[in-house]
């Protein structure tokens, strides 16, 4: 049967003709049928490609116009936080893989790719990441070396915002232009007589009537800090979380928000200079020093949110060491003498020593008197000029101008008393009132607690310290891991003030060093605190002649320190008449804080690492 159907549908073959158009359709369908399933194919291929193009397409259209919004109405912080977000994953995940026991020799390369990361975040970001990193480079000695030598990179001049930008904001806070017929200025420099991370000042000639000249400074905000902030500062708190949550396992989350609300705060100008007016009344109420020292006065009439105007001051910057001491005669005996800028102004008298005098009592009389302190003193925030009461300026006396008044903490009364007691107690060696005050505040190492309060070694007892020498990176850096978690054993009851006025101190001791410690900076500052708590008001009359008399044991014990500090500047003067370079008194305190960190902690700590 089935050969005869076969048969019957060959050419030639005798049959119906519906039968046969059958049989032909059929053999039709079958020979095309391959061909019909590939073009399907291809066809369905083809939709989907062109589907994925175009959302592709869109995906790309999508991202470019984010990323202008983002830029134009954003300050690009989105990309910013991208960005940290990208490096703080890339650290953890590199110290995850990398930093473990058998992998010790990569360690220092594990050091040196972190660091280079940190560095390039900061000063890719810029605004308030390079505000942070100099917070961070201020505690230099507690970082590796590489970051040790990158953070050192951002204390340099940040780039200056154009003109034009300086327009539209001078536009938006005035609605009025720097300078011209209509301005706010007669004359306005275009060009930045500074530049900082969040802010440029410019020079400038105020509109006066009688036609006199009246120069100020104006200090300007760049204009993407004010809508970066937020987001710089949740990723910042982001950051710590993970690494204390997740990476390091130390407490470095309790002290983000106190941290992030001082930063708010400096980048308000008008608080600025309610801060410049209150430290000038504190001034004026300080006999001690209202003579040495001065405010800028402020412009509040012409000064906003994003804008200050203050009195231009004409002297001699603490970071120009070279021109502090021309300015002061320090550098008589030198030759030759090379032309400095400071030539414009007439020697005075005092030299260094005065100027770090009057610094170290400004700093200690807000500390442990006034409860009120200024948290960012370097040396580019310092200006010492001729008096300008002309009497005293023939009589060459100096004056210690201070600047930027946009970082300052408020300690209470009770936090004063405790700090006094601790820097008496560890002058007088009374380690039970150390011990004492380190448990009020939470801290369960008082030796390291001490150390870094007086910048000097300070040794409870006899205890028993690793051979770091035999340690290798690895173990040296779970041994410091360690000691700061024993360190801060409760961060509810630690002063978050200790942060800001611990940058104070160092910074202070760093400018002493600068200048060869012409002044005996512990002896200053404990002299200052013993006398608070004299001075304290609310003391009864017999707690006062206590405190009296435990003054006058510590002005007996402070003898010996005099004695050290006066051998250490005689012998320093005896090898600077022979050629040879000897180590001042601030010099050789870093030197026994560097053997301390190396024993307790595990750090090489370079030359030099202190110093403003």
């Not at 509109?207 to 400074?217: P, R």
């Not at 001065?294 to 804008?307: A, M």
């Not at 002493?512 to 002896?523: C, E, G, K, L, T």
Request: aromatic fraction near 10%; charge should be positive.
């Amino acid at each position: 049967m089935y050969a005869r159907l076969r048969s019957s549908c060959l050419p030639g073959t005798a049959t119906t003709s519906g039968f046969s158009a059958r049989c032909l359709t059929r053999h039709t369908v079958n020979k095309t049928a391959p061909y019909t399933t590939h073009q399907q194919a291809g066809t369905k291929a083809n939709s989907r490609l062109r589907r994925y193009a175009r959302r592709g397409l869109y995906v790309l259209v999508g991202l470019g116009v984010a990323y202008e919004v983002d830029r134009e109405f954003n300050a690009s912080a989105i990309r910013r936080n991208l960005r940290t977000a990208w490096t703080c994953a890339m650290i953890a995940i590199d110290y995850k893989l990398n930093f473990k026991p058998d992998k010790v020799e990569g360690i220092p390369a594990l050091q040196e790719r972190v660091a280079q990361r940190v560095y390039d975040l900061l000063t890719s970001n810029g605004g308030l990441y390079i505000k942070i990193g100099q917070a961070f480079a201020n505690n230099a000695a507690l970082l590796p070396r590489p970051m040790r030598e990158k953070f050192g990179k951002l204390f340099d001049d940040a780039p200056q915002v154009p003109y034009s930008t300086v327009e539209r904001v001078f536009l938006s806070e005035f609605g009025r232009p720097p300078a011209g017929p209509d301005g706010v200025f007669e004359i306005f420099e275009e060009q930045a007589a500074a530049s900082a991370s969040i802010a440029q000042v410019h020079r400038a000639k105020l509109k006066t009537e009688d036609g006199s000249e009246t120069w100020v400074a104006v200090k300007i905000q760049k204009p993407d800090v004010s809508k970066q902030v937020e987001w710089d500062l949740g990723a910042f708190r982001a950051c710590m979380w993970i690494y204390e949550h997740w990476l390091f396992h130390l407490p470095v989350c309790f002290a983000v928000d106190f941290i992030n609300d001082h930063l708010r705060r400096e980048l308000d100008f008008e608080l600025e200079a309610q801060n410049a007016l209150k430290t000038s009344q504190f001034v004026a109420q300080e006999s001690r020093i209202a003579d040495r020292v001065y405010i800028p006065k402020i412009y509040t009439e012409l000064s906003t949110k994003k804008v200050m105007v203050a009195e231009w001051i004409d002297g001699v910057r603490l970071s120009d060491r070279k021109g502090i001491e021309r300015l002061m005669g320090d550098d008589a005996n030198t030759s030759p003498r090379e032309p400095l800028p400071a030539d414009r102004f007439p020697t005075l008298k005092g030299g260094a020593e005065w100027v770090m005098q009057t610094m170290v009592d400004l700093f200690s009389a807000q500390i442990f008197d006034w409860g009120w302190v200024h948290c960012d003193p370097h040396p580019g925030n310092i200006i010492i000029r001729p008096h300008p009461d002309a009497a005293r300026a023939k009589k060459g006396q100096a004056q210690f101008v201070l600047l930027d008044h946009g970082l300052y903490v408020r300690v209470t009364d009770g936090f004063q008393q405790q700090y006094a007691r601790l820097w008496k107690g560890l002058l007088t060696v009374d380690f039970d009132v150390v011990k004492s005050v380190a448990e009020e505040w939470g801290i369960g190492t008082p030796d390291l607690f001490a150390s870094a309060t007086l910048m000097r070694p300070v040794r409870f007892k006899e205890t028993h310290n690793p051979d770091v020498e035999k340690m290798n990176e690895y173990e040296r850096g779970v041994m410091m891991k360690e000691k700061l978690k024993g360190f801060l054993t409760d961060t509810d009851r630690m002063p978050k003030e200790l942060i800001f006025i611990g940058r104070n101190m160092r910074i202070v001791q760093g400018n002493n060093q600068m200048f060869a410690s012409p002044v005996n900076r512990i002896r200053i500052t404990g002299n200052w605190a013993s006398r608070s708590l004299v001075t304290a008001h609310r003391l009864g009359l017999k707690e006062r002649l206590r405190e009296l008399a435990n003054y006058l044991v510590f002005q007996s014990i402070m003898l010996t320190i005099d004695a050290v500090f006066l051998w250490t500047k005689v012998r320093q003067w005896t090898l600077h008449l022979f050629g040879r370079k000897g180590e001042s008194f601030e010099d050789e305190l870093e030197r026994t804080m560097r053997d301390f960190a190396k024993s307790n902690l595990g750090l090489d700590v370079p030359e030099g690492v202190f110093e403003g």
